[in-house]
């Protein structure tokens, strides 16, 4: 079969391997209809995200149709079609019965390794680094998935790929985003990044009813499509984000911040971005943390803030004393997305939603290497690309 | 669109990350070590400026090393080959000892300087082209099939889990749990 084989920094090819096969009584093969460039892929792309091996099939959004199940999966029969979520779940440990999926204590079978990073492991991922378990990702023809009797979403008919495609990753990961702010219909939300994830946080913001949505990039294209999901938009090259959200809450600034940026912090205007980009360069430090840093300043006193944006490693200069001064809640985390799939996909069923707003780019697998870069610069209006496989 | 040169920009960009670390590297060197360099090359009393010159290459690496473009960093090292070269060649006179180290340092200069001037050259050519961007319109794009209006609220149904609920003590005391 054919897949997208990371190489290393910069060098994703399109390879020919072996089809996977069957290797727990609880595995199914899918094959994929549909995959997507996460904006996650692009800190493996750039060499950020430790873990990676030569060959590694990457991706970790995709959505396929059933064409085996091992003999004690129950819950999926040949030609069901389903979404896959990325992170890989049991279904039974104690975190996954406390709907911490992204958490889970079994999937990663490379525990030591994530123990000795992290403290202690997280969930085995698809197609992300040996850190989450080295598992060949979704951006290929067929993939092997593990506990595939508790992670996959089976689609009814009648919905397209492309409205639940998202249903594996970036939607979730939105809406988990803006859940875990607990948003009020009184609250501010800003969100920092206007990405895939961003545009979900928007619209998720949206539709849980805060009084006002504030998106913060500097693309254009980004910010447009921002702001037809009914986001008011700061472009932070040409005005002063903290003065600008200052203003549009009487001076308090927002109650409620998202980071959907991550550890590649584009903000090359300011110093403390130029000196994260030495350091990181230099290996002083892992991630860039500009974003993080901006909304500690600027949001409102019991705030709270929420991290879906990836970081991986050690970040300095986090002014730590003005979280804990204005009794600032931070939650991150990776996404449970089990949790949320049956509400969003009755959602997206129900025509309150439609994902497919978000795709501006769709290609052959073939074309997966190119789109990488042209993601990675934002060029030729890239929002969100999907593979056919 | 890249325009590809002899090099593509993926392994001009792999070069330029190695000569970054080189120039690091060679100016830790040259900064902390200065009299071993003069020493070795029989050019004792040049330290200041060694260790000078050990500054310019830290500075140029890690130049290359955090930009998005090392291009103009890398022609700033072919400059820094000349300068270099430039010294060197005060030193390759009959009256010093070790005036073949000199020779081989000199050689060993102009060899990277070539190195460095065609990564510089290919990152030029593959450069990014400077044509505007293509714009293209998203101001329609809502994602909400009823449109954005009707759907503000409409996943007010949804319970917020009580994991992920404010904590009391920070929630506004006359304000009910939504």
């Not at chain 1, 948003?183 to 849980?208: E, H, K, N, Y």
């Not at chain 2, 994991?163 to 003590?169: E, G, K, N, Q, V």
């Given at each position: 079969?054919?897949?997208?084989?990371?190489?290393?920094?910069?060098?994703?090819?399109?390879?020919?391997?072996?089809?996977?096969?069957?290797?727990?009584?609880?595995?199914?093969?899918?094959?994929?209809?549909?995959?997507?460039?996460?904006?996650?892929d692009l800190h493996l792309y750039d060499g950020f995200m430790p873990g990676m091996k030569n060959g590694d099939i990457v991706g970790h959004e995709f959505m396929g149709e059933v064409v085996e199940v091992g003999s004690e999966n129950k819950k999926l029969k040949v030609g069901d079609r389903v979404v896959v979520p990325f992170t890989i779940v049991c279904g039974e440990c104690d975190q996954c019965r406390r709907g911490n999926f992204s958490v889970c204590e079994r999937t990663n079978r490379n525990r030591e390794m994530?123990?000795?990073?992290?403290?202690?492991?997280?969930?085995?991922?698809?197609?992300?680094?040996?850190?989450?378990?080295?598992?060949?990702?979704?951006?290929?023809?067929?993939?092997?998935?593990?506990?595939?009797?508790?992670?996959?979403v089976k689609i009814p008919d009648g919905l397209t790929d492309e409205q639940v495609l998202?249903?594996?990753?970036?939607?979730?990961?939105?809406?988990?985003?803006?859940?875990?702010?607990?948003?009020?219909?009184?609250?501010?939300?800003?969100?920092?990044?206007?990405?895939?994830?961003?545009?979900?946080?928007?619209?998720?913001?949206?539709?849980?009813?805060?009084?006002q949505v504030i998106s913060i990039d500097n693309v254009p294209e980004r910010l447009a499509m921002a702001q037809a999901g009914g986001a008011i938009t700061i472009n932070f090259d040409e005005e002063s984000v903290v003065e600008r959200l200052n203003e549009l809450t009487g001076g308090k600034g927002p109650e409620k911040c998202v980071d959907a940026v991550g550890l590649?912090?584009?903000?090359?205007?300011?110093?403390?971005?130029?000196?994260?980009?030495?350091?990181?360069?230099?290996?002083?430090?892992?991630?860039?943390?500009h974003v993080l840093r901006e909304i500690f300043y600027v949001c409102r006193p019991a705030g709270t803030v929420s991290v879906p944006g990836v970081y991986g490693g050690v970040v300095d200069k986090i002014p730590f004393g003005m979280v804990m001064n204005k009794g600032l809640t931070i939650r991150t985390g990776q996404t449970h997305v089990n949790r949320w799939t049956d509400d969003l996909l009755r959602r997206i069923q129900e025509g309150q939603i439609d994902p497919?707003?978000?795709?501006?780019?769709?290609?052959?697998?073939?074309?997966?290497?190119?789109?990488?870069?042209?993601?990675?610069?934002?060029?030729?209006?890239?929002?969100?690309?999907?593979?056919?496989? | 669109m890249h325009h590809e040169g002899r090099l593509s920009r993926d392994r001009a960009l792999g070069l330029a990350e190695a000569l970054g670390w080189f120039s690091i590297g060679l100016g830790a060197l040259e900064?902390?070590?200065?009299?071993?360099?003069?020493?070795?090359?029989?050019?004792?009393?040049?330290?200041?400026?060694?260790?000078?010159?050990?500054?310019?290459?830290?500075?140029?690496?890690?130049?290359?090393?955090?930009?998005?473009n090392p291009g103009p960093w890398l022609w700033g090292r072919v400059g820094g080959d000349a300068l270099d070269?430039?010294?060197?060649?005060?030193?390759?006179?009959?009256?010093?000892?070790?005036?073949?180290?000199?020779?081989?340092?000199?050689?060993?200069?102009?060899?990277?300087?070539?190195?460095?001037?065609?990564?510089?050259?290919?990152?030029?050519?593959?450069?990014?082209?400077?044509?505007?961007?293509?714009?293209?319109?998203?101001?329609r794009r809502s994602g909400f099939p009823q449109g954005a209006h009707a759907a503000r609220g409409a996943a007010s149904d949804f319970e917020i889990p009580n994991?992920?609920?404010?904590?009391?003590?920070l929630r506004p005391l006359n304000q009910t749990r939504h």
């Open positions: 079969m054919r897949a997208l084989r990371y190489h290393g920094k910069h060098d994703i090819r399109c390879d020919t391997v072996p089809d996977p096969e069957i290797e727990h009584p609880r595995d199914a093969i899918i094959r994929v209809t549909s995959c997507a460039i996460c904006g996650s994530a123990e000795t990073a992290f403290g202690h492991s997280t969930a085995g991922l698809f197609g992300y680094t040996h850190l989450t378990g080295g598992y060949a990702g979704g951006q290929a023809e067929y993939v092997r998935v593990p506990y595939a009797d508790v992670g996959p998202f249903l594996g990753d970036i939607f979730p990961t939105g809406w988990q985003a803006i859940v875990q702010l607990d948003p009020q219909p009184t609250d501010t939300v800003a969100i920092w990044g206007a990405g895939p994830v961003g545009q979900f946080c928007v619209r998720s913001a949206v539709l849980l009813g805060v009084k590649e912090a584009h903000a090359s205007g300011t110093i403390d971005s130029m000196v994260d980009r030495v350091k990181q360069a230099t290996m002083l430090e892992t991630d860039r943390p497919s707003f978000v795709i501006t780019h769709t290609v052959g697998l073939e074309k997966g290497p190119e789109m990488y870069k042209t993601f990675r610069d934002k060029q030729d209006g890239c929002i969100k690309v999907v593979l056919k496989p | 900064l902390f070590a200065p009299r071993t360099v003069t020493r070795a090359l029989g050019m004792e009393g040049k330290e200041e400026t060694v260790a000078l010159y050990g500054v310019r290459e830290i500075v140029t690496g890690i130049g290359i090393l955090a930009s998005e070269l430039f010294s060197l060649a005060g030193g390759a006179h009959a009256d010093n000892p070790q005036r073949s180290h000199v020779g081989v340092a000199m050689a060993t200069v102009a060899g990277i300087a070539v190195v460095d001037w065609v990564c510089a050259e290919a990152l030029q050519e593959t450069r990014p082209a400077t044509t505007p961007p293509r714009r293209v319109d998203y101001a994991d992920m609920r404010t904590p009391d003590l």
